[in-house]
């Protein structure tokens, strides 16, 4: 191949907080290197993310490190539907191979649904796809949605809440009787209940069982005989089924759509910050200025408090300190185990301090 060629090949794998990823970093990194092509690593952020324990943010974090030290370009998209992303993400980015853990290729139980691999194959099926052995299936990415990630327990709150919108509506229900509406305006009005349900509350754990929970109420409260779960009509039967799996449903897609705007408003902010801060770097008038906004936009993404060493005569200088919100920092930073790993990061270019291998007691 001509060194002035554009690269033909263009590899694509895929973190995650699994033990093995860094084995699917390393192969596609190979990979790149005998094909002569560009390497992309890309983490599909989920709802699910913000629900990860320390120790697998510990690990994902060293396989992007691990990514950048190979020269990998790291992407982040957001998204529930982990296939779909991939895929298109590959086809605006030109990617033609991925590189996947086996973890990810087959299904767990023969009631589940296609796996990465397949619905990657049937939404993308030009793009060619590597299976690396992969010991663990656990912290891989999924074949898609999962409804059940998060904690099962709802808060006292969000259980408040649903019993609050099922009371009112059953007392509703109560005067819509009255009236003699007809009934499917009162199941139309547990259909609400289950909607509000799922805007107030977080997770899906309420939303099922305010679900439940309608169905039963409006059997024992509303349906004749009353105050029994036993109703005359025989045609009740079906009602009852299809009201809990429309509210199910309902809840379901409802709380789905808040994630997703959840993580738009999340992209959206960032996208804002960087713009906000190319804007006023261009219109920074001095070093010191260009450091203090660069710390302040820093301070916005990460909610944490920065420290800044200007180099001088080969070193570091002193250090400045900005604090979140005004705050004022802790001496910690000026603590010879902050110091020491400050220099030794400025000497060989490379993290330092709590959670790496060194200067791992500096806080």
């Not at 990415?141 to 709150?157: A, D, I, M, N, Q």
């Not at 509303?222 to 005359?232: D, I, K, Q, V």
């Not at 944490?304 to 900005?322: C, K, T």
């Not at 400050?342 to 806080?363: C, E, L, V």
Request: aromatic letters at 10%; glycine letters at 6%; a neutral charge.
């Amino acid at each position: 191949m001509n060194q002035n060629d554009p690269p033909t090949e263009h590899i694509l794998a895929c973190l995650s907080s699994s033990p093995s990823n860094a084995k699917i970093v390393r192969t596609a990194a190979t990979m790149a290197k005998a094909f002569g092509g560009t390497f992309t690593a890309l983490y599909v952020r989920t709802p699910d993310s913000d629900q990860m324990g320390q120790e697998d943010c510990r690990r994902l974090q060293q396989h992007i490190r691990m990514a950048e030290q190979a020269g990998a370009d790291i992407s982040t998209i957001y998204g529930d539907d982990i296939p779909q992303q991939i895929a298109e993400f590959a086809r605006i980015s030109g990617i033609t191979k991925i590189v996947l853990g086996s973890s990810s290729v087959h299904r767990r139980h023969f009631w589940s649904g296609p796996s990465l691999t397949e619905k990657l194959t049937m939404t993308a099926p030009n793009l060619d796809i590597y299976i690396i052995p992969d010991a663990s299936a656990e912290n891989g990415y999924g074949s898609g949605r999962k409804l059940f990630t998060r904690p099962l327990l709802p808060s006292v709150r969000d259980l408040l809440i649903t019993a609050g919108i099922l009371s009112c509506i059953t007392l509703i229900g109560f005067f819509f009787l009255q009236l003699d509406f007809a009934r499917y305006n009162i199941i139309m009005l547990y259909m609400l209940g289950m909607l509000f349900t799922a805007l107030c509350t977080s997770g899906y754990t309420c939303g099922v069982l305010g679900s439940v929970a309608s169905v039963a109420l409006y059997n024992f409260f509303l349906t004749e005989p009353r105050l029994t779960f036993h109703a005359y009509d025989p045609g009740y039967q079906v009602t009852f089924a299809l009201m809990l799996t429309s509210a199910i449903i309902t809840c379901t897609l409802t709380t789905r759509l808040k994630d997703h705007a959840k993580m738009s408003a999340q992209a959206a902010f960032r996208t804002k910050v960087l713009f906000d801060t190319n804007q006023l770097l261009q219109k920074a008038k001095s070093e010191e200025e260009i450091f203090s906004l660069t710390a302040s936009q820093l301070m916005k993404l990460l909610n944490r408090s920065l420290i800044v060493y200007l180099e001088q005569n080969g070193g570091l200088g002193a250090e400045q300190v900005f604090g979140v919100d005004g705050e004022t920092a802790q001496n910690i930073f000026s603590a010879p185990e902050e110091r020491d790993a400050a220099n030794w990061t400025f000497a060989n270019k490379k993290r330092s301090g709590a959670g790496t291998d060194s200067y791992p007691d500096a806080k």
